[in-house]
């Protein structure tokens, strides 16, 4: 078991820079895959970056791919998402989700097989 809280979501302009943070608490952060997803009103839920349970391996949608980083400090129990180059087409509320089974080197890039889910950061960008 472990619960999600993410924070850092806000108002940027476009081309500026977020990061949102998701720490970790209850079982061992490192048991864990860790993933970034994001949905806007009326849209579906959207798979962003995933990082494996080793940390090495990592995932990004092509929509993000070169302007957001997934990264996870142990000693924090935190996973990081680094989005720079922000656009108005990334206006959602962005989730960070646990998985804490499967392999300790897969990336796992489906939403369902998530079990654990913070709440979401508001994360706007205006023109």
């Known amino acids: 078991q472990v619960q999600l809280v993410e924070s850092g979501g806000g108002l940027v302009q476009a081309g500026g820079s977020l990061r949102l943070s998701c720490a970790a608490s209850?079982?061992?952060?490192?048991?864990?895959?860790m993933g970034w997803f994001r949905q806007a009103p009326g849209k579906e839920r959207d798979t962003v970056a995933v990082i494996s349970r080793s940390g090495g391996n990592t995932y990004y949608a092509d929509s993000v791919k070169g302007r957001f980083t997934i990264s996870r400090d142990v000693a924090k129990n935190t996973v990081y998402l680094q989005m720079n180059s922000l656009k108005p087409e990334d206006t959602a509320v962005y989730y960070c989700?646990?998985?804490?089974?499967?392999?300790?080197?897969?990336?796992?890039?489906?939403?369902?097989?998530?079990?654990?889910w913070g709440q979401g950061t508001q994360v706007t960008v205006s023109s």
């Open positions: 209850g079982r061992a952060f490192s048991a864990y895959a």
């Open positions: 989700a646990a998985k804490g089974s499967g392999n300790y080197y897969r990336l796992y890039v489906t939403a369902d097989e998530y079990e654990n």
